[in-house]
């Protein structure tokens, strides 16, 4: 599965991740006025989080373990 992490520290709420993820990954969580992982098994690795927030405080880290590699 891939992982995101969100830097809350570093986020101003401006909530122009959760509406990139067109998966629903992300969800805005109203009592902390932040980003919340909902669904991180759904997360096709787009970037379109990363790419959008302009504080640069979310990373995605993809999960290669279940592709199998090969030499030709
Ligand atoms: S990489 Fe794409 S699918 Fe994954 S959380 Fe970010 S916007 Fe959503
Ligand atoms: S785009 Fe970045 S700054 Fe804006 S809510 Fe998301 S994590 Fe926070």
Known sequence: MNAISIDTDRCDGCKACVKACFVNVLRWDEAGRRPVVAHAEDCVHCNLC???CRR???TVTPDFSHLRWSAL
Do not use: F, G, S
């Open 50 to 52: 990363e790419i959008n």
């Open 56 to 58: 640069e405080c979310i």
